[in-house]
C-alpha cells in the first residue's frame, strides 16, 4: 500500500485543480500554496504567510434545550475550494463557499467576510441571502480581486451552481471556470486583473454532468454527451473565444469514465454495461486510442472489477505519464499506479 503522504505529494504537482499547487518564482525554492479552510497560505523560504482568509458569520436559533428560541451568533472560517495556481508568476485562484440563509436548521447569513472585507453576498426578493461562490484572485502579495462570478449561479433554497477555478491560460492572463450541478456543465473564462470579466467558452448542453478533465499544458479535453457522442474539444489559447468542438468519435460513451488526452492519446477507463456485468469484453478495461489513426487497445484490465470510482487521479503532459488508483477503500488497502504512455508498460510492474 502507498503511504499517504506520497500520495497527498504526487497530487500536489500533478493535479491542476487539486487544493494544494507550486508557484515557481525565484522568491524560493521550493514555493507552495495551499487552499485550506479559512485560509490561502503561501509557504516560502521564510515560513508560511496567509495570503487571504476568511470568515462567515451567522446568526441560528435554538430549538430544543434550556436555550430554545434564543438567537446565538456563530462565527466559523469559510470553506476555501478549487484553487488553481499560475506557477510561472505565483497567480492563484480558489471559490470561496457561502451556505446562505436557511430554514432547517434555521440560519440567517449576517456577514461574509474575506481578509477584513465585508462582502456584499447576493439576496433574493425577500431579502434573504443566497448560497454560491464567490471568485477570489490573487497573486503573492494576496488578493488582486473578489467577483461574485455570475448572477445565475447564486440561487436559494440549497440549491446553486458552483463555480470551481480549474487552470489558468498559459500566459496566466485568464483562468478558466467550470459552473454546473447535477443537470448541467458549462466552462467559462474570467481575466486575472481588479475588474475581472467573463467570457463563456463551452456552452452548457455540451459535455455531460461528469464534467471533463483539464491539464496543464495540454490543449485539448474530452467531452461526452448523450445526444453528441464523444468528442476532443481543444481550447482556445488567448481564453477569449469559445473552444473547438470537434466531430463524434466512435467510441461509445456510456460507461467511459475520466476521459483524457495526453499528445495524441486518449486514455479511458471502460466499466461494465451494469453493476453485475464483469465478464463483458468492455468490463474493468483500461483503454488507449490513437486519434491520429482511430486505433483503439486495451493496456490494462482491472481484474476482479467491472468499475471503479477512482479512475485517473492525475496526469503529466510534459512525462505522457499517467496516475491511477486501484484497491479497496473500505480496508485502506489502494495501490497507486503509473502508466507511462510511451513506454507502453504494464503498470503493474512497478506500484
Not at 48 to 77: F, T, Y
Not at 178 to 184: Q, T
Request: overall charge positive; charged content about 25%; aromatic content about 8%.
Amino acid at each position: 500500500m502507498i503511504n499517504t503522504y506520497r500520495v497527498t505529494v504526487l497530487f500536489a504537482l500533478l493535479a491542476t485543480s487539486s487544493t494544494v499547487a507550486w508557484a515557481e518564482t525565484s522568491v524560493s525554492p521550493v514555493p507552495l500554496i495551499v487552499a485550506k479552510e479559512g485560509s490561502v497560505v503561501y509557504v516560502g523560504k521564510d515560513g508560511p504567510r496567509i495570503l487571504a482568509d476568511c470568515r462567515q458569520n451567522s446568526d441560528s436559533r435554538m430549538l430544543g434545550g434550556p436555550e430554545r428560541g434564543k438567537i446565538v451568533r456563530k462565527s466559523k472560517p469559510c470553506s476555501f475550494t478549487s484553487l488553481a495556481v499560475h506557477p510561472p508568476t505565483g497567480r492563484w485562484a480558489v471559490a470561496a463557499h457561502v451556505t446562505g440563509d436557511s430554514d432547517i436548521p434555521h440560519s440567517l447569513l449576517v456577514s461574509f467576510v474575506v481578509a477584513g472585507r465585508e462582502l456584499n453576498v447576493p439576496k433574493n426578493k425577500a431579502g434573504r441571502a443566497k448560497g454560491g461562490n464567490f471568485l477570489v484572485l490573487g497573486d503573492l502579495n494576496g488578493i488582486v480581486a473578489i467577483t461574485s462570478g455570475l448572477s445565475e449561479t447564486w440561487t436559494e433554497d440549497g440549491r446553486f451552481f458552483p463555480q470551481f477555478p480549474e487552470m489558468f491560460t498559459a500566459d496566466g492572463s485568464r483562468v478558466l471556470v467550470s459552473i454546473g450541478d447535477s443537470s448541467m456543465v458549462e466552462w467559462w473564462s474570467w481575466s486575472f486583473g481588479p475588474r475581472p470579466e467573463s467570457v463563456r467558452v463551452l456552452p452548457r448542453g455540451t459535455t455531460d454532468t461528469a464534467g471533463n478533465m483539464l491539464l496543464s499544458g495540454e490543449q485539448r479535453t474530452v467531452l461526452r454527451h448523450p445526444r453528441g457522442g464523444v468528442r476532443v474539444a481543444t481550447l482556445e489559447s488567448t481564453g477569449k473565444r469559445p473552444w473547438k468542438v470537434g466531430p463524434p468519435l466512435k467510441q461509445v460513451r456510456k460507461g467511459m469514465l475520466t476521459p483524457v488526452v495526453l499528445g495524441d492519446t486518449m486514455l479511458f477507463f471502460r466499466e461494465g454495461d451494469n453493476s453485475t456485468d464483469c465478464e463483458g469484453v468492455d468490463a474493468g478495461s483500461y483503454r488507449r486510442l490513437e486519434l491520429s489513426t482511430g486505433q483503439e487497445r486495451v493496456w490494462r484490465r482491472y481484474e476482479g472489477q467491472c468499475s471503479t470510482h477512482d479512475s485517473f487521479a492525475a496526469a503529466s503532459p510534459l512525462r505522457r505519464t499517467l496516475y491511477f488508483l486501484e484497491g479497496v477503500e473500505h480496508y485502506s488497502v489502494v495501490h497507486l499506479y503509473e502508466y507511462d504512455v510511451r513506454a507502453r508498460r504494464d503498470p503493474r510492474d512497478s506500484d
